[in-house]
C-alpha cells in the first residue's frame, strides 16, 4: 500500500461524500482510506458505509474518542501505506491527478532528507465555490519557515508514515494546531518538505469549521508552540501567528497577551539562567548533588512565573548575593 489517507468526522453528512468522492475518483489508485466516526448523529453513517460496501478500500470505524486528535492517531495505527496524510470531512482534494503528482514527486527524493510533500491549496464556500488562493510557500521548507508563518495548508501534503510514527503522531491534547505541531517534530533535525506547484486540497470555510470558530484560539495556540520550538515568536512585525492574534482580538488582549509574554521571556532567558549560576556555586559549596541542584531551579523558576512582582525583587537579591 503506497498511501493511507485518515478522515476524521463528526456530524459533517453534509459534506462527507463530496471529501470521499475527491478521493476515491483519484487517478491514484494504491491507496486506503480510514474514515473515523467519533459517532455522528446525522446521516454520516449512512453514507460512510455505503461507499464502504462498493469500495474495498475504504474502512469505516465507528467509535468514541477523545476529539479529532485522538481520532486521528487511531487512524494512524490502522495506516499500512508508505505515506500517510488526513483531511477533514468537510474539506476535499482539488482534483482527480493532485495525489499522483504528490506521489511521483516524493518517490524521488531521499527519505532520509525529505519526510513529506505538499502542494497548493484553496478557500471554498460552504457550497463549495472557489473563495481564494491559500498563501502557501511556494519552495521546500524546513522547521525555520514555521516560526513566522503557516507555510502550507494541512491536507495539501502527503508525509512519510513510518517519520509519522517515529515522532508518535499527533498530539492527543492539543484540539488546535495538532498540524503545525506535527510538522515542526517531523522537520526537526535538519529534514524537509518538497514543494510540487500544483494545487492539491480545498478548504471548506463553513461556519462549524475550527478554522472560523476558533480563529483566536487558533492563533494564540499557534504562537505558544512557536514560543515552545522557537525560544520566542521572532519578529513581531513579520509574525502571521501575531498578525492573526490582532486581527481576532482587542487592543487590551493584544497588549496583555505581550506584557506576558515579554515577562515569560525574561523569566526563562534572563532569570532562569542567572539562578541556576547562582545555585550551581551555592550547591558545589554545601553539595555535590545535582538533585539538591535540580530541586531549587526548579523551585525557583516556578515561584517566578506564578508572581511576576517578584521579578524585580529577585534582581536584587541576585546581585546581592553573587
Given at each position: 500500500m503506497q498511501l493511507s489517507?485518515?478522515?476524521?468526522?463528526?456530524?459533517?453528512?453534509?459534506?462527507?461524500?463530496?471529501?470521499?468522492?475527491?478521493?476515491?475518483?483519484?487517478?491514484?489508485?494504491?491507496?486506503?482510506?480510514?474514515?473515523?466516526?467519533?459517532?455522528?448523529?446525522?446521516?454520516?453513517?449512512?453514507?460512510?458505509?455505503?461507499?464502504?460496501?462498493?469500495?474495498?478500500?475504504?474502512?469505516?470505524?465507528?467509535?468514541?474518542?477523545?476529539?479529532?486528535?485522538?481520532?486521528?492517531?487511531?487512524?494512524?495505527?490502522?495506516?499500512?501505506?508508505?505515506?500517510?496524510?488526513?483531511i477533514c470531512s468537510d474539506d476535499r482534494f482539488s482534483n482527480l491527478t493532485c495525489l499522483e503528482k504528490l506521489v511521483q514527486a516524493i518517490e524521488t527524493k531521499n527519505p532520509k532528507e525529505y519526510v513529506g510533500v505538499f502542494g497548493k491549496a484553496a478557500f471554498i464556500s460552504e457550497a463549495g465555490d472557489f473563495v481564494g488562493n491559500y498563501q502557501s510557500l511556494s519552495k521546500d521548507l524546513v522547521v525555520q519557515d514555521f516560526q513566522l508563518t503557516w507555510p502550507l495548508s494541512q491536507p495539501s501534503s502527503i508525509l512519510v508514515c513510518e517519520r509519522v510514527k517515529q515522532v508518535g503522531g499527533v498530539v492527543e491534547s492539543l484540539h488546535l494546531g495538532m498540524d503545525l505541531d506535527l510538522f515542526l517534530k517531523m522537520l526537526t533535525g535538519n529534514y524537509k518538505f518538497l514543494f510540487v506547484d500544483h494545487l492539491v486540497a480545498d478548504v471548506r470555510m463553513q461556519d462549524n469549521s475550527k478554522s472560523?470558530?476558533?480563529?483566536?484560539?487558533?492563533?494564540?495556540?499557534?504562537?505558544?508552540?512557536?514560543?515552545?520550538?522557537?525560544?520566542?515568536?521572532?519578529?513581531?512585525?513579520?509574525?502571521?501567528?501575531?498578525?492573526?492574534?490582532?486581527?481576532?482580538?482587542?487592543?487590551?488582549?493584544?497588549?496583555?497577551?505581550?506584557?506576558?509574554?515579554?515577562?515569560?521571556?525574561?523569566?526563562?532567558?534572563?532569570?532562569?539562567?542567572y539562578f541556576e549560576k547562582w545555585v550551581t556555586i551555592k550547591t558545589n559549596l554545601i553539595s555535590k548533588g545535582k538533585l539538591l541542584k535540580q530541586r531549587i531551579v526548579n523551585k525557583v523558576a516556578s515561584i517566578l512565573v506564578r508572581f511576576p512582582k517578584v521579578y524585580n525583587l529577585v534582581r536584587r537579591i541576585y546581585k546581592g548575593l553573587i
Open positions: 489517507i485518515v478522515i476524521p468526522t463528526y456530524n459533517q453528512g453534509q459534506f462527507i461524500a463530496d471529501c470521499i468522492e475527491s478521493i476515491v475518483n483519484q487517478s491514484f489508485k494504491d491507496l486506503e482510506v480510514i474514515i473515523q466516526d467519533s459517532m455522528s448523529s446525522d446521516e454520516t453513517e449512512r453514507i460512510c458505509k455505503e461507499y464502504a460496501k462498493r469500495d474495498s478500500r475504504i474502512q469505516y470505524f465507528r467509535e468514541k474518542d477523545s476529539g479529532q486528535s485522538d481520532a486521528i492517531n487511531r487512524g494512524l495505527k490502522r495506516s499500512t501505506g508508505k505515506y500517510w496524510t488526513w472560523i470558530k476558533y480563529r483566536k484560539a487558533t492563533a494564540l495556540n499557534a504562537l505558544s508552540l512557536v514560543i515552545a520550538y522557537f525560544g520566542s515568536i521572532g519578529d513581531l512585525k513579520n509574525s502571521d501567528y501575531f498578525k492573526e492574534l490582532t486581527y481576532t482580538s482587542d487592543t487590551a488582549e493584544v497588549r496583555k497577551y505581550l506584557s506576558d509574554y515579554k515577562f515569560r521571556y525574561k523569566i526563562k532567558f534572563w532569570i532562569v539562567p
